[in-house]
């Protein structure tokens, strides 16, 4: 096998794979129970081979490559590239985060907390918090530097409003629009299912608080 097939997932080949009229790939559902078959496999389905991937994607690679297309070729070349670089990174670090031992959670709710880690379970549908414990997250993410509360979020248009808090600093537009941004990148990768991000200033919507005006007892000059 050819050095390039050996640093392809199998993905790649898929994406480039004929279209069948047979079950499409399955996916796990985010409240299945730990060690539930995906939706469609068998429950004794064997795992993807690493060997027979790798050839599966060095025959994409080289059917582009007969094509005699060679902006198309290096293209797909890259993006073997570029998933690898991703997969690869959020392996290294589920790996560094199970070898840490430094959470008092466990090194469960350390992966939960990771944004690289986090992308990839949500990318495939793994992840098993709902959207708005990954909102959560998100936010607690850039608390410290970018406060920020959720006033509201709409499921079904995607639509997540959020309440800005003391973001500190000068108070300049420039410096606030860098903090929403840091808050809406958070958002992006913990729960892509946030299609947009609406502000709003820090105490709207409260009610004002009300002042009990009562007269002014009688003095001994306005007593009768």
Known sequence: MSARATTAPGAAAQADAPQSDGPQAATVPADAPHGAAP?????????????????????VLDRLAQRDDREAGAAAEELVRVLMDFYGAGLARIMHLLGSGTDNGGPGSALLRDELVTSLLVLHDLHPEDTAARIGRALDSVRRQHPAEVAEFDADSGTLRLRSGDLGGCGCPSTNQQAQQAVEAAVSCFAPEVTSVQWEAAGAGKEPALLQISRRPPTAATAP
């Open 39 to 59: 939706h469609g496999a068998a429950p004794n389905a064997a795992a993807p081979n690493a060997e027979a991937t790798g050839r599966r994607v060095e025959e």
